[in-house]
Nanobody, 124 residues
């Protein structure tokens, strides 16, 4: 049974940092592309960042230079390091996995598994 469990969300002031973690179990981590998505109230879910099993990354324009995605293959964990947070980053953040060797998830891709999310709130 595949499980993706996010952690690390919380309340932070604008300009601050948070580190989100997604622990993956029940899948062979090395053959999945991983993504972090977010959904703000009243808005559609959007891809924030993704990483392939080979380590190539994608960042949405609105987080470039501020967020970093990485993986710890030994721990089957994908990390989203968020810095210079803005109030508009407030959202539910979700981890997702797509079976795709050496391919990073792209906007619009169908993902195979989803976590339940973690809440990030950035105060002004």
């Amino acid at each position: 049974q595949v499980q993706l469990v996010e952690s690390g969300g919380g309340l932070v002031q604008a300009g601050g940092s948070l580190r989100l973690s997604c622990a993956a179990s029940g899948l062979t981590f090395s053959i999945y592309g991983m993504g972090w998505y977010r959904q703000a109230p009243g808005k559609e879910r959007e891809l924030v960042a993704s990483i392939s099993s080979g380590g190539s990354t994608y960042y949405a324009d609105f987080v470039k230079g501020r967020f970093t995605i990485s993986t710890d293959n030994a721990e089957n964990t994908v990390i989203l390091q968020m810095t210079s947070l803005k109030p508009e980053d407030t959202a539910d953040y979700y981890c997702a996995a797509k079976r795709a060797i050496y391919q990073r998830p792209r906007p619009g891709d169908a993902m195979d598994y989803w976590g339940k999310g973690t809440v990030v709130t950035v105060s002004s």
